[in-house]
């Protein structure tokens, strides 16, 4: 990165990065927006191990390796036109300090300990991670962003319960009984309840004792006019930012079969179609 502002880059210029140093658990995005609109060009540098030296040689290159995953958000171009990073801090996984933490749980817990714009000052280097802590000390504290264009917001609905969910979404219009093994999400049997959010219909799937394993948003999404290939923006609105690459790529959906404990969905209406439904939940164990 350019070096001649106080924040370490000028506006519209960098188009790589040198990690070095970094401790595990980072997460870094990188956005075309000043504001972080992620309706706009952006990355995410996910570190899950510490890395001493690893230069990212363009923020428009997905990457997969054994401690640093690259994930791109393309709209019309990034190298060269960065006009904000963040850095946060993510808890490792409860599953093992080898399991990277969920989509859900980095939006829940991420905390950003720098946050980059070209006429900024920042540290030039992050406090070391403190002997026996699970995650990097925390130098500023911020709530995580919320899209002014949300449908929903996971990570304040799974592992809520019925009287929390519909605090949130309101009564019910309708309500389904789900048998043992008729949803992968509750296994045992539950309910699947249906709430009018807007233009949208939000279905969430709780188990016997009430609480949410699973969200599904569809009727109106189609109206939005999402191909299969905006599905980060589709995910971005239901709160979900980084959930890696689909392992799945078919012709009409996206799918991930485990993004940290959690499957996840993007259907199209017909091959190569418009967007029609999203649905993400939480693994069983």
């Not at 990165?1 to 658990?25: C, H």
């Not at 900024?120 to 264009?149: K, W």
Request: aromatic letters at 8%.
């Amino acid at each position: 990165m350019e070096a001649d502002s106080p924040s370490g880059f000028v506006n519209d210029e960098a188009r790589s990065v040198l990690l070095q140093d970094v401790p595990g658990d980072t997460l870094i995005r990188v956005f075309d927006s000043r504001d972080g609109d992620m309706s706009d060009d952006w990355a995410g540098i996910m570190i899950s191990d510490d890395v001493s030296a690893l230069c990212i040689r363009s923020f428009e290159d997905a990457y997969i390796g054994a401690a640093v995953t690259v994930e791109y958000h393309a709209v019309n171009g990034l190298d060269g036109k960065v006009s904000r990073v963040e850095i946060l801090s993510v808890p490792p996984s409860s599953a093992g300090a080898s399991t990277a933490p969920s989509p859900v749980q980095r939006v829940q817990t991420a905390q950003a300990t720098a946050v980059m714009a070209p006429s900024e000052t920042v540290p030039a280097t992050r406090p070391p991670r403190a002997p026996g802590s699970a995650t990097p000390p925390i130098i500023a504290s911020v709530t995580p962003q919320r899209r002014s264009d949300l449908i929903v917001f996971t990570p304040e609905i799974i592992g809520s319960d019925i009287g929390e969910v519909e605090q949130d979404l309101g009564a019910p219009i309708e309500i389904y009984d789900l048998g043992i093994g008729e949803v992968e999400e509750v296994p045992d049997g539950g309910q699947e309840r249906g709430y009018q959010v807007g233009l949208y219909t939000v279905y969430v799937t709780f188990d016997k004792d009430g609480i949410a394993h699973g969200i599904q948003v569809a009727d109106g999404l189609v109206d939005d006019g999402y191909g299969l290939d905006d599905w980060p923006v589709v995910l971005a609105r239901i709160g979900v930012d980084f959930a890696g690459l689909p392992n799945i790529v078919a012709p009409a959906a996206r799918r991930w079969t485990n993004a940290y404990g959690y499957a996840i969905m993007v259907a199209a209406d017909s091959i190569d179609g418009t967007v029609w439904t999203v649905r993400i939940y939480e693994l069983p164990e």
